[in-house]
Each structure stands twice: as structure tokens, then as C-alpha cells.
């Protein structure tokens, strides 16, 4: 990771976030933002803009962590949470959260470095595989829309599913169009219709 990370530390105790601030400045991190009031946090986020965020709560109470949960829903970026104590429902409603890592009772300085490094490689992977998904679930809406079209012409027209298929792709060939896209034209022309 190099030190042109904007990252900001959000700790109401201005003595651990020093600690904080400190590690990350060793590891060669300058761009260093620290907030203390915990009020407004999603639009102190917004306005800061970092690319990653470092959270220490001493002793969250549920309320605590269920707000930090509710930002690292909101912010999507990558997030390193530091509690001194936890239970097995806090951890889980973290992953849940997005929290990219958890740490209980392991504010030193000299893990902050390898503590984000993590937290940023543990993001990075889940937001790829989001992305992965995303896709996945395009490509899986765009068959079923394809093959609603086809559905379409073969009755109308009485093709076999081959030459429906053909039809479509010699269409958005024709027009410089996609597939899907003259499918979804198609499906939508055919509800108006009434077919």
C-alpha cells in the first residue's frame, strides 16, 4: 500500500487515536484524517472522502456498533473496526456490515500497518466478488429476457427456437444494437400489445 492512502481515523478518544494516527504516519501514511465527534458521521465521510476508514471504539455498547455497522453499510469503502472486547453477535454483525477487519483488544502501533493492508486486500476481494455476482445476475436476467423473446417469435411467427434466436441476432446485427437489446424491445412492444 503507499502512503498517498487518504485514511481516516474515527475514535472519540483523542489518546487512542493518536496511537492510530502515529502507527499509520510509521507505515508511511501522511494523508492522516482524524474525527472525533461521532454526530453526522456518513456526511463527514461523504465530505472527507477517504479511501479507507480506521474505526477504534474502546467499549461499544450495542447501540455503538450498531451505528458503525449502519456507516460501513452506507460508505463502501474498506474498514478496519478496533474493539476491546466483543461477542460472537458484534462479530458477526460486522461481517455482515462489511467491516473489512474486526479487531478485539489489539490497538498497538506497530500492527496498524499490517491490520489495514488486510483490511484493504479482504475489501478489495469482496468487492470483486460483488461485482462478480452483479454480472452473474445481469447475464442471468438478460438469458431469461432473450429467451422470453424468443418464446415471443417462435408463437407469432413459428419458428424453431433456432431461427427465433437467429432473427434476433441478424436484427441487432442489422441495427448495430445488442441482443439484448432488441430483445428487450421486442418484450416490451409484445406487453403493449397485448400478445
Known amino acids: 500500500m503507499s502512503g498517498g492512502l ?36 456518513v456526511r463527514q465521510i461523504a465530505d472527507i472522502n477517504p479511501d479507507v476508514i480506521v474505526i477504534d471504539l474502546e467499549n461499544p455498547n450495542r447501540d455503538q456498533l450498531e451505528h458503525m455497522f449502519q456507516v460501513s453499510r452506507a460508505v463502501r469503502r474498506p474498514i478496519a473496526m478496533f474493539v476491546d472486547k ?50 452473474v445476475r445481469s447475464e442471468l436476467a438478460d438469458r431469461k429476457t432473450i429467451d422470453r423473446a424468443k418464446g415471443i417469435l417462435m408463437k407469432s411467427k413459428g419458428l424453431s427456437e433456432q431461427e427465433a434466436y437467429d432473427l434476433l441476432r441478424r436484427t441487432a446485427m442489422n441495427q448495430s444494437r445488442k441482443i439484448i437489446d432488441v ?3 421486442l418484450v416490451i412492444a409484445s406487453g403493449l400489445l397485448g400478445d
Open 86 to 135: 466483543s461477542d460472537s453477535h458484534s462479530i458477526e454483525a460486522a461481517v455482515d456490515a462489511g467491516v473489512s477487519a474486526y479487531i478485539v483488544d489489539g490497538l498497538k502501533r506497530e500492527r496498524v500497518k499490517s491490520i489495514l493492508d488486510m483490511a484493504i486486500s479482504r475489501f478489495r476481494a469482496f468487492s470483486r466478488l460483488t461485482e462478480e455476482l452483479e454480472e
Open 183 to 185: 430483445a428487450q424491445s
Open 6 to 41: 487518504s485514511i481516516l481515523v474515527i475514535d472519540d478518544n483523542k489518546i487512542r487515536a493518536s496511537i492510530i494516527e502515529q502507527g499509520l504516519h510509521d507505515a508511511g501514511h501522511d494523508r492522516v484524517i482524524l474525527v472525533h465527534q461521532m454526530e453526522g458521521l
